[in-house]
């Protein structure tokens, strides 16, 4: 089945916005052994949007649209492919009583541009939105395109997300082909192209898969798909074997799922003090539900009053060494781990940039990390070109990596 | 000029990557008063790759194609442009002595795969990339398509953007119109439907400009486009008249820039004590060069341990009131506003989802916010449904613009 998505919106043409609803559809699509063709992006100009509305007609099976359905200005999606497809709009009694009752339960009145999102086209189901006011648009047996169906989504992430689940995947569920399943590997710490060479062989071996490779801020990702399951997991027991250590983990997960599934494995206890990252490394962890368990918690020592208030430090320890500086960074996570009483503690230092470090010789890009455990403390110097957002997203990655493989020692 | 964006690779077609490029591409046009009128993403696919090049050659007076210039196995993106417009590939050796010198400068071999990038089609342009090893192509006066002109670069960002700025900007500059600018106004703690019944009446007056309105996260953003810099001078006294406190910032300021800025106007620091958000915020303003001027420092107290050892909470205090309650945020924020001798300090308690909160009468979705200065401090108690990234972002977002609040009154 030839798959489109369309996004509809001048923001996502501009540096305002970026598309995810279609990547979380490209996900729920690959479970089902479905994936897009393309991708699209237009502006809320009627023009190219009808354009790109009868292009996709000629060429894909299902067109996936998210967003222009809200009650604003410059939402007009439906109406557009209401025009595209001869199709008039009629006021949809339960739809008007549904948005009615959403401003009700949230004790808001509802302003009268909302109602325009009660209009369907005739020849189209509604998809009712049980957490937003606007209703998605299914059509199925176009006449003219009996192959062909259209979904309209919402904009709104939550609301797209809802929509597919209850209403679009069941009945995807039934057009499916035969599954497509992957291979993921997360590598750590390893350039995108030495990886490659790497592995060549292997690839060569277990050419019959379709192999892509992702390189992203100090991680890598080798993606296998295939129908075929065995094909699959030969090839996941060689990488496995050649990459050792430096695989981070084999699936979905993430480096810091992985770090906290090690350390809840151990039934052990994490702290963090965060110079450089600035908090990055906890608001990672804690992305994931039950991170409390492992994380007793961990403290941004942005300053040298922080480091000398929360985790213990001398003021003139740092005067003397630098707060950038292997022996302040060892300090810091020996003293937190006291501190919180953790297993481990993880500290970080560094310098951002743009600027160069005034009081130490810490050029834009330099990192200490300094994990202490139950047999010691073990010490890495990174150092990552580049603008600060990269730095910082980096280092925290190779901190997390770090301590990954010091769990593992 | 029609422009295009094309961004290459398998990966972007599934839940694995997000077109970053054309975003930032996006907005060095719009400083050039030029803008996208598509963007597309296809997969490593030589067919749909070969259909949607000749599209756009038919549409488009300028195609951006970003990635797929890679020494890897599934990077094809010249050599498929080549044949499209029947060039032979030839090896260019500066391009070829560049490669080798950028591995020498590394200190790490040149894995022979990367030799491929060297290799550059008869008839186009090779751009130098200083910082990685896949040169850019630019094409001009292409036969047949005279007005056409195609630019490849490497999918890496940073490496995108730099040649981009050196090589590619340059150039546009010429064939730029008349520049087009923007008034963008942050809005915060107001819904976007409720935003655009306010300000209905103004977008009427103000009609000759091309507006949008963006949602996200507890955050709208509108903007406002034209080449009439007076135009967009009334419409901006107008609406921030008329938003008043409920006004972030006009620009391309952010919510945390904007803190950042009121701390430092007032020269006064701020220290954070964060359960809920888990760093969250503190990597939000650690993400701004010179933050560390303001930002003392702040804890991750994610344990009842952390809230004691970090913040001074007695722990039967914690037991009492439960985690998720006004006494302790406020105790939180209290406790660290004093610890790290900061003119202000924010707390955020609260229950981010999944579960249920065991230990108090926290729904997932609730939290709690303190804001301690100088003349005392003040509660929020908030409630996001929603997913636990959605929620965690909302309620950061929330923190923020309650603290810029809290600083203007």
């Not at 199925?140 to 309209?152: H, K, S």
């Not at 590598?187 to 192999?211: C, F, P, Y």
């Not at 295939?226 to 695989?247: C, V």
Request: charged residues 25%; glycine residues 10%.
């Amino acid at each position: 089945m030839r798959i489109e998505a369309i996004a509809i919106g001048t923001e996502l043409l501009t540096s305002a916005r970026v598309d995810t609803n279609s990547v979380w559809i490209a996900q729920r699509l690959a479970d089902l052994g479905l994936a897009f063709h393309r991708k699209s992006a237009v502006g809320d100009d009627r023009e190219d949007l009808r354009g790109l509305f009868l292009e996709a007609l000629e060429r894909s099976e299902l067109i996936i649209c998210t967003g222009g359905l809200g009650p604003t200005f410059d939402d007009f999606t439906k109406e557009l492919w209401a025009e595209v497809l001869n199709a008039p709009l009629v006021e949809h009694p339960d739809i008007r009583a549904q948005i009615e009752g959403f401003f009700r339960t949230r004790n808001r009145p509802c302003p009268p541009s909302n109602f325009k999102q009660a209009l369907i086209p005739v020849g189209a189901e509604a998809l009712s939105n049980p957490i937003g006011s606007a209703p998605g648009l299914l059509w199925e047996n176009l006449p003219g395109y009996p192959d062909t169906r259209i979904v309209l989504f919402p904009g709104v992430p939550r609301e797209m997300k809802r929509m597919w689940e209850d209403q679009v995947e069941p009945r995807l569920r039934a057009l499916a082909g035969k599954p497509v399943h992957t291979l993921r590997l997360l590598v750590g710490s390893i350039g995108e192209s030495a990886l490659d060479e790497r592995t060549a062989a292997l690839r060569e071996k277990h050419g019959g898969l379709d192999w892509s490779i992702l390189a992203s801020l100090g991680l890598v990702e080798l993606v296998a798909r295939s129908t075929d399951l065995e094909a699959l997991a030969a090839a996941q027991s060689d990488y496995e074997a050649e990459l050792g250590i430096d695989r981070i983990c084999t699936g979905t997960g993430t480096l810091e799922a992985t770090v906290l599934e090690q350390l809840n494995r151990r039934d052990q206890t994490l702290a963090l003090a965060e110079s450089m990252t600035g908090g990055r490394v906890a608001a990672l962890l804690t992305g994931i539900p039950g991170s409390s368990k492992a994380l007793v918690g961990g403290a941004v020592v942005y300053s040298a009053l922080a480091k000398a208030e929360l985790a213990g430090l001398a003021p003139d320890f740092i005067a003397t060494h630098g707060t950038v500086s292997e022996p302040v960074t060892r300090a810091l996570a020996e003293g937190m781990r006291v501190r919180l009483g953790a297993d481990w503690a993880m500290a970080i230092t560094g310098n951002a940039g743009p600027e160069e470090d005034k009081d130490g010789p810490a050029p834009a890009g330099t990192s200490f990390i300094a994990v202490a455990g139950p047999a010691g403390t073990q010490i890495l110097n990174g150092f990552f070109p580049g603008e600060r957002a990269d730095v910082l997203l980096r280092s925290t990655h190779q901190a997390l990596d770090f301590l990954r493989r010091c769990l593992l020692r």
